[in-house]
């Protein structure tokens, strides 16, 4: 173990474990008794089968099993005391009933008292990588930043941006498009890339409803010039697609609308997709912009199905997001198995296009590798490989066998199959990014 010159816990280490991962290039890593090994800095410098001979000394992890850490691709960091609450209700609706006044509130004490919690429940339930929306407000959007990179997790954050419909009461009409964008500049320029990248901005209009054409075309322009993402939500729920053709008449789409803005291009995330025409499913794969696939959200609020087989098909990249609050749990496991009733219901009627059904190994991919190509930082993260940064998390898989000291399946569709169709919210033993441990899991104790 050796403290890095900074103060932060880096530590060259090895651990023994069974290793279950993706492979970039297709294919999966599936070691029953594997090694992993990191230098200093918390890359990866070896991984594979645990050696006959000259073994190192190691952490011996076994049974557990060791996975790339999980990526939410949407999340609410303000919502998430509202988790589970207000289910059947439509969008607009349940964002004036249960979040606008939640978010109206989360000023810099409530951000500094809240966000060191939330990170450590996202490490908790497994999840390393985290693009999440804060609230309007620049300083507890600043606070939610802080307690990041004291933590440790990987996050990509933004300001969220308003300037039509807003929960703003204080702000002056005239000077809330200039404030909004001058707010979100200086957050950028303060947190975009600190820490190597592990943080990272992203400009956050939050809906083409809330927003006017000339926040969306600015914050874009902001965002190009940072280098930095841009995120908001399309084409979730019913009520909100038709606010949507009232507020833009000239639009041809839902989706044109953040085109006009010249705000689509690969480090753009678009939220639920959910009811796209053909046109715009093409334009989002031709543009490059990444979808973030929120399958317990859209059951939550009956927003409807997203047909990812047709998006794959088309080329887009997709990844998961839990979306709380309107998904009721932080946990990417659960996401998946929502993820996959998904595609159950959409195969049994009729609606899932001609794509193979997704095993769950393969949700294990979207969940990691995917999210990582989403944010397309899939050379640093998203899969157990030599000269990836050690963003893992160890699962102990005897907490999802449906009687207690059986033992868990050796096969590894199987194994990824209780994971996510039996998670525990105490499965998650621990989780490190490049190779520091983060607070929230239980821990190792009592292990191997
Ligand atoms: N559309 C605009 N804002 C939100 C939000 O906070 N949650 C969800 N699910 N959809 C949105
Ligand atoms: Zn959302």
Known sequence: MADAADGTLRSRFALRARLLSPLAEGGLLDVADGLLETDAAGSITRVGQWPERDAPDALDLRPLVVLPGLVDLHVHLPQIPNAGLGSGLDLLTWLDRYIFPLERAYDRGVAEEQAPQAWRAFAAAGTTT???????????????????????????????????VTYDEGIDPV??????????????????????????????????????PEMLRESAALAAHHGAYWQTHLSEDPGEIGEVRRLFPGARDYLDVYDRARALGPRTVLAHAIHLSEREVQRIAESGARVAHCPASNLFLSSGLMPL????????????????????????????????????????????GSSRSLRPIDWLRVATLDGARALGIEDGVGSLEVGKEADLIAVDPRFTTPLPGADPPTVADDLASRLIFRPHP????????????LAGPPGLEGIG
């Open 309 to 352: 087989g047709a998006y794959r098909a088309a080329g887009i990249t997709v990844g998961l997001g839990s979306d709380v609050a309107a998904g009721p749990d932080l946990s990417m496991f659960g996401v998946m198995r929502a993820a996959a009733a998904t595609q159950r219901v959409l195969e049994l009627t009729g609606r899932a």
């Open 426 to 437: 105490n499965m998650v033993r621990a989780a490190w990014v490049r190779g520091r441990l």
């Open 175 to 212: 000077r809330i498009l200039e404030t909004s964008l001058r707010q979100s500049d200086e957050l950028a320029a303060r947190w975009h890339g600190r820490d190597d990248g592990r943080l990272r901005y992203a400009f956050t209009p939050r809906f083409a409803v809330s927003c006017t």
């Open 130 to 164: 985290v693009l999440a929306y804060a609230a309007l407000w620049a300083d507890s959007t600043d606070a939610a930043f802080a307690a990041a990179e004291a933590h440790g997790i990987r996050a990509v954050i933004g300001k969220v941006m308003m300037d039509r």
